[in-house]
């Protein structure tokens, strides 16, 4: 598998690099800019996933709050009763995730939220997608997933890797990041390890 991609910038529009890495990839970098950490654990994940996964699915969505809350402890809630789930309907042995906080004009923070799974095992997000409008509804506000929320992506196929992290790079913007007590993070990430031989 050659590190290079083939995507021509000026076809998609792409105009930032990201190096992580032997690899540069395409981001959504935006006036704001990238913070380093989430994007680096976004990338960690993906990568470790589809060296246990030959496809993976990953899931675009939002969440909103109701109300402020100086911690995280909510997303807590939200992924031990979402992976609760998603182990017992599709029989997966791994998840991956990654989710940021942001706090703009509104008094509540929100989180952007990218689901990795087994693309063997799921086919298509809308169960998925459901659960997560119902659980969330449960906890607080309501959760938004946006159209095309979701990717195939290959382990042989760099292309659509590509496509998928330029989508959730935005996650990882400047803007909006900061504004959260001291002990509350900006991202949160699962620890998928990368498994040996394969990077």
Request: aromatic fraction near 12%; glycine fraction near 6%; hydrophobic fraction near 35%.
């Amino acid at each position: 598998m050659t590190n290079q991609l083939t995507i021509n910038n000026n076809d998609k529009g792409y105009e930032h690099i990201f190096v992580h890495g032997e690899k540069g990839w395409w981001v959504n970098a935006g006036k704001s800019g990238l913070m380093v950490k989430p994007m680096r654990a976004m990338l960690d994940q993906i990568e470790a996933m589809l060296s246990n996964h030959s496809r993976v699915m990953l899931i675009r969505f939002d969440l909103r709050m109701e109300s402020y809350t100086p911690d995280n402890k909510i997303i807590t809630v939200f992924n031990r009763r979402l992976f609760k789930w998603v182990k017992a309907q599709y029989g997966v042995s791994r998840i991956g995730f990654v989710w940021c906080r942001e706090l703009e004009r509104a008094k509540r923070q929100h989180y952007h939220y990218a689901l990795m799974l087994d693309a063997s095992k799921v086919n298509y997000p809308n169960s998925i997608t459901k659960k997560v409008l119902q659980i969330w509804g449960e906890l607080s506000g309501s959760a938004y997933v946006p159209k095309n929320c979701y990717y195939i992506m290959k382990r042989d196929c760099l292309e659509s890797q590509q496509e998928a992290i330029y989508r959730i790079s935005y996650l990882a913007k400047a803007r909006g990041k900061g504004y959260k007590a001291t002990q509350a993070k900006n991202y949160g990430a699962s620890r998928i390890k990368l498994r040996a031989n394969e990077f």
